[in-house]
């Protein structure tokens, strides 16, 4: 297992191929749903992602504040291999770049609805009245806080 902290000019063309692909695979193919995932976001934002066995395994990006919310928040979510613990690995990586990149105190996310109780389960706390739809699925705000 190889966990990969990078900021978007130091992400290979290759890496940076595997990572969309991946989020591509997952969120337009898979959930079939067509959105635009080249938001700009990206650019400025840490990917975070697992390897094993050469393979990206699991994929987040960690976002500063005021780029789409007002905390620091964590979006784009994939664990490839699901039921195997890489998704809660992700993200508690993704907790620790958030905190030791952009001094983050507090995390924002947009969850997908059916993900909630994992998100729970690494420290998340769905927000009262947080409920909306983002690309035709019914998303909640979540707050993870020290």
């Known amino acids: 297992m190889e966990v990969v902290v990078k900021k978007f000019e130091e992400l290979s063309n290759y890496e940076l191929y595997d990572i969309l692909r991946l989020r591509s695979t997952v969120f337009v193919v898979e959930q079939n749903c067509v959105y635009l995932d080249l938001d700009s976001v990206d650019l400025n934002a840490y990917h975070v992602y697992i390897k094993d066995g050469g393979e990206i395994v699991a994929y987040l990006r960690v976002i500063d504040k005021g780029m789409r919310m007002e905390e620091v928040s964590i979006g784009r979510v994939i664990s490839l291999r699901r039921r ?3 998704g809660t690995k992700v993200m508690l990586e993704g907790i620790r ?3 030791e990149k952009f001094g983050a105190k507090t995390i924002k996310i947009g969850a997908q609805e059916y993900a909630v109780p994992f998100y729970e389960s690494v ?3 769905a927000l009262p009245n947080g409920n909306y739809i983002e690309d035709g699925q019914p998303h909640v705000y979540m707050l993870y806080s020290e």
């Open 123 to 125: 420290g998340f706390k």
């Open 97 to 99: 770049v958030a905190k």
């Open 84 to 86: 195997e613990g890489w």
